[in-house]
């Protein structure tokens, strides 16, 4: 399942805590902006982030969220594109996407 990036204004985060509370347990990224600038970005806190650091952590949730592409992911967490590959399987993410995809494509051959 993909979530997608929630934006947060500081009127929003003072008015709609709990929305932004719920976002953060579920595992959403979350950039908190002021007229319009991003101040902070807030990702999950969780296994992955801890033993990668937040670098990979952040990468590996942009590339599931299809924010960013495989190699452009791999880039941004500083290793090369076969060892990102890796670290999405210790982070339980196929590159190949779902299976019912994946079948479909197949089927189209």
């Known amino acids: 399942m993909v979530n997608k990036v929630q934006y947060f204004g500081i009127r929003d985060l003072r008015e709609k805590i709990g929305d932004f509370a719920n976002s953060a347990q579920s595992g959403e990224i979350s950039i908190i902006s002021r007229s319009g600038r991003p101040l902070t ?45 890796k670290l999405l399987g210790v982070a339980g993410i196929s590159v190949l996407g779902d299976v019912d995809s994946l079948k479909s494509e197949l089927n189209q051959f």
């Open 41 to 85: 970005i807030n990702i999950p806190f969780d296994d992955v982030l801890i033993e990668m650091g937040a670098h990979k952590s952040l990468a590996i949730k942009l590339y599931e969220e299809e924010v960013l592409s495989l190699s452009k992911a791999a880039r941004y967490a500083g290793v090369k594109t076969d060892e990102f590959i």
